[in-house]
């Protein structure tokens, strides 16, 4: 059975999750996690999205990100997954699959709603008891160790304008 075809054409910011083949704790140690991320940033830095913020988690990871101009969701999740799977069977010698087929998304309609997921993110390390503070979690972009691209024009809140008080 074919696998439907989803955005290709609703251009905007999503809130991505997918999970590691059987939900293995594959993150656990730095060789892997190190992978994931140069292989999300190297993509990143070729055009193919726009990353706002990401943690990966041992068994999964969420990022928000915008496709590039002539890129569906689901091939830049191509390229994050593919991507640092096939480095990380090469590199470690991995014989199984990293990632479960498939993802899921959820499109970020506004500031508020792109806030509640920068929040989600940075929280799921303290939540899951990983960190007590969220910025010491270090394959997270709340660490402040990775480049980010800007908030989209869209999503960025109102400010106030100058002069007024609320």
Request: proline residues 7%; positive net charge.
């Amino acid at each position: 059975m074919a696998i439907p075809q989803r955005h290709r054409s609703i251009a905007g910011t999503y809130f991505v999750t997918s999970r590691t083949w059987e939900s293995r704790a594959i993150f656990k140690t730095a060789p892997p996690c190190e992978i994931f991320i140069a292989s999300l940033l190297r993509y990143r830095d070729a055009g193919a999205y726009k990353l706002h913020g990401f943690v990966l988690m041992p068994d999964h990871f969420h990022a928000l990100l915008t496709p590039g101009e002539d890129t569906a969701i689901e091939r830049a999740l191509q390229f994050i997954k593919g991507g640092s799977a096939r480095a990380i069977r090469e590199t470690l010698n991995f014989r199984f699959p990293v990632w479960q087929r498939g993802f899921s998304d959820h499109r970020i309609r506004d500031a508020a709603d792109y806030n509640s997921h920068v929040r989600y993110l940075a929280n799921n390390p303290v939540k899951q008891r990983l960190v007590v503070e969220c910025a010491e979690y270090p394959w997270s972009s709340v660490s402040g160790k990775f480049p980010l691209d800007e908030i989209p024009q869209g999503l960025k809140p109102l400010g106030r304008a100058p002069g007024r008080h609320g």
